[in-house]
Nanobody, 132 residues
């Protein structure tokens, strides 16, 4: 059974940093695209970042580019999201996601709804609260 478990969320002041981790189990994802999304109360799920299986290609939403960095460690089957210069608007539940088969993966641009449909496995989420 595939599981994705996020950790690292919490309360941080504006301007601070957090590092989220996602541990995958049940199968390896070394050839699969993995990503991070978030969802704030009353809003749709928002794409943040994704990374190819090798880690050689990354994709970022415009809202976080330059502040967030996605990385992965295939030996540990983990993916990480380093978040810097956090703002109150970053307050949300953050989700890790993995694509079941990335052989035909293409990046459709900053289209959260489309990207949400492209990922097959999801974690339970970790809450991030940024205070002003």
């Amino acid at each position: 059974q595939v599981q994705l478990v996020e950790s690292g969320g919490g309360l941080v002041q504006a301007g601070g940093s957090l590092r989220l981790s996602c541990a995958a189990s049940g199968r390896t994802f070394s050839t699969n695209v993995m990503g991070w999304f978030r969802q704030a109360p009353g809003k749709e799920r928002e794409f943040l970042a994704a990374i190819s299986g090798s880690g050689g290609t990354t994709y970022y939403a415009g809202s976080v580019k330059g502040r967030f960095t996605i990385s992965r460690d295939n030996a540990k089957n983990t993916v990480t999201l380093q978040m810097n210069s956090l703002k109150p608007a970053d307050t949300a539940v953050y989700y890790c996601a993995a694509d079941r088969d990335s052989s035909g993966f293409y990046y459709p641009g900053d289209n959260s709804r489309r990207l949400t449909s492209m990922f097959d496995y999801w974690g339970q989420g970790t809450r991030v609260t940024v205070s002003s």
